[in-house]
Every structure is written in structure tokens, then in C-alpha cells.
């Protein structure tokens, strides 16, 4: 079998990528090593920048999108027993973000690709990039217990943090960055109506929350936990008296609760690998890099990366030039570190730090009140929340 592009993992990054590929006549193929109806299974971002909205417009998988998602031109941040809006849309002089799930995000990219006949091969176990380092390189993965060979032009590792791309660069050849914190954030997913109608950033003395959605009907909340704590362990009413504690009255004695649909516990890290191109195989989203969930900048870091990607590739093919393949690396990580650090500001601010005492919390509470009565300093944290120019 031979194609252009081989890609390597069929979440949000392959699929967008994978879809513009299509679109602009380049062929490719995408491989997992799951089925799709795992891949819908995983409840994960909620938020998306004006910028990912776009690509899926240009991907034409935005239809659903514009449909059912929800326009927020503002957030609110929670400190203090009370709730301050950060009116994102007044200070980044228009700018909004779109409340649309990642599932359905991935689900519109799957009807996409299977409407324009881009082939996907879902169970491909043992998937292997090889060759990159030269011009001829090439894919191996094993279906039931055949072994099957992709030779292509490029291949793109777009397999997630713990896939096979990144791991098979040789360690001289790339450098990575880590933080990992010392908590988790337990979240749930229930058929119950918001609380707010934005998403709701809370600091408390026990720790860390998030009131956010994913429909008018539906919601999705978090709370950080110890990384020891296992979902399970933690009841619905356990989970509900919890996030009631550490939100602002007015919400605590609002709030609508309900069974848990899902319910899932995130690690925290940060995460950056250097550079993310080895010839002729490129790193694209959480393949090359991991923010807190804080910032919600995970799944639009991949929007940006694919992006870059995409014009690089669409350049090469069509103009026979590789200018953009080769300012790929530069041009992601340039966007990839303003957003890893903004998430972690985000988390730094927001989350509980036993270690850093009473002291500590003082401090994030003064941060807090500068912060959302500064203009200056509220307009810096809505221009990063919106987005970052690609
Ligand atoms: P993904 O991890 O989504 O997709 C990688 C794909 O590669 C998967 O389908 C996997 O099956 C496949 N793959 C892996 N190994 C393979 C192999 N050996 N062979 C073949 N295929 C392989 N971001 C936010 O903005 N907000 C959030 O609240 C949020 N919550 C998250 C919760 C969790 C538990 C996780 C893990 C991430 C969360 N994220 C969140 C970040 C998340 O949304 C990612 O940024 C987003 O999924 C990135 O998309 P991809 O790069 O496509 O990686
Ligand atoms: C979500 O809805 O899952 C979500 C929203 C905002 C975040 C993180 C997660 O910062």
C-alpha cells in the first residue's frame, strides 16, 4: 500500500489533518489502534478558540458545530465566596470561544472523512513509523496477526502522549520538558442543566473547580483531587457536596445535580518535546505536547499545530516547495509555549498548593482581585483564553 501522508492516530489532530488533507486533493490514510466507537468514548475538552473553529470551517466539518455549539463571550473567576466575569469578548475587541465537545468535535471529522472516502484503518495494532530519517519512509502495523507495510512520503504522529511516534526518536535527537503536578482533576459528566451560563473558574481553600457544559441540558464539572484518588472511590453525592463547598453560595445553592454519565479522573502535567520534525515525520497535538486542562488549550494547541502542518504540506505538493515543512517545528513551539505557559499560570493560580501554607492562598487571593480588577491584567488573561494568533 502507498499514500502521501501516513497518520498516525485518529483523534482531533489526525482527523482535522487528515481532512484538510483530503480536501486539498493530498492523499493520506490514518490508522488507530482503537475503533471509533472507543475513540467517542473519551469525555475530554469542552472549549474551542476562535482559530479551531475556523479550521473546521475550512475542514467543512463545522456544520453540527455552528449548530448546537454555544457562543461564551465571557468567563468568570471565583475566589472569595464571590464570582468575577472576565468579559472576554469586550477586551479582546470582539473575540469568542464556542462550547462544543471534543467527541462531537472528533464525531463530525469521522462523518467527514467517511463522506469523502479518506481511508482509515481503525484496530491496527503494533503500529510502527519507520525510514523517516531518509526519504523513503514508511508504516508498519499487524492486523489480525498480519503484518502490513505503508509506504508514503510523510509520515505525522498524531497518536497522543503515550504513542509510538514520539517514542521511536532516538533520545539524542530530542529534548523534552516536564512539570507534573500534584494533583488531578475528578470530572463528571451529567445530564443536568449548567449552573452558569459561562464556564465558571473557581480557587478555594480545598481546592480547585470548574463549572462548564456541553449543551444547555448537559454539564460538565471538575474538581481537583489527589493524584492517589480513584474515580470510583468517589460517589455522585460525594462528588456533588464536594464542588458545592468550594463554589461561590449563589452557585453552591443553585446548583442542579444528577447521576454522573461519566466520571473520570485527568492527571496534571505539562509537557513539550523538541523539536517536532525528524525528517520526514512530524509531531502534531498531545504527541509533541500536554497542558493542564486549565488554560482548555489541549485539543486547540493540535488545531494550531495541524495548521501549520497543513499549509506546509499543502506547499510542498503544490508549489514544490519545502519552506513551511522545514519552519514547522519553529513556528508550532513558538505557540505551542505561550499556551503551555498560560495553562500553567492558570493552574498555578487556581489550584490548591498544601505546601505553600496560608500564605499561599493569600497570595492567589490578591492575584485574583488585582487581576479581574485591573483591566490591563484581565485583558492579558482573555487574549490568551481566546486564543493566541496563529
Ligand atoms: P489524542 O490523544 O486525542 O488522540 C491520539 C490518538 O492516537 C488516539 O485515538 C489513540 O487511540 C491513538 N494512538 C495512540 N497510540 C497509538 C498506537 N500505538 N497506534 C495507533 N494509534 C495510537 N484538553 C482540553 O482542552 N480540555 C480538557 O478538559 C481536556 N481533558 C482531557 C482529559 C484527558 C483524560 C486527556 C488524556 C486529555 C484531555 N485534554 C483536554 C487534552 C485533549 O483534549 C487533547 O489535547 C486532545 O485529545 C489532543 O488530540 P490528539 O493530539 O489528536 O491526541
Ligand atoms: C471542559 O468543558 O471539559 C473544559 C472546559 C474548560 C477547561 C477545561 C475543560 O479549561
Known sequence: MRTQVAIIGSGPSGLLLGQLLTNAGIENIVLDR??????????RAGVLEQGTVGLLDEAKAGKRMHAEGIVHEGTSLAFNGTHHRIDLKELTGGKTVTIYGQTEVTHDLMDRRSETGGATIYNAKNVQPHGYEGDRPYITYEMEGIEHRIDCD????????HGPSRASVPENAIKTYEKIYPFGWLGVLADVPPVSDELIYANHERGFALCSMRSHTRSRYYIQCPSSDKAEEWSDDGFWDELRRRLPKEQAESLITGASIEKSIAPLRSFVAEPMRFGRLFLAGDAAHIVPPTGAKGLNLAASDVHYLFEGLREFYGEGSSAGIDDYSRRALARVWKAVRFSWSMTMLLHRFPENGEFGQKIQEAELDYLVHSRAASAALAENYVGLPF
Open 34 to 43: 482503537v475503533d471509533r466507537n472507543y475513540i467517542l468514548g473519551r469525555i
Open 154 to 161: 510523510f509520515i505525522v504522529g498524531c497518536d497522543g502522549y
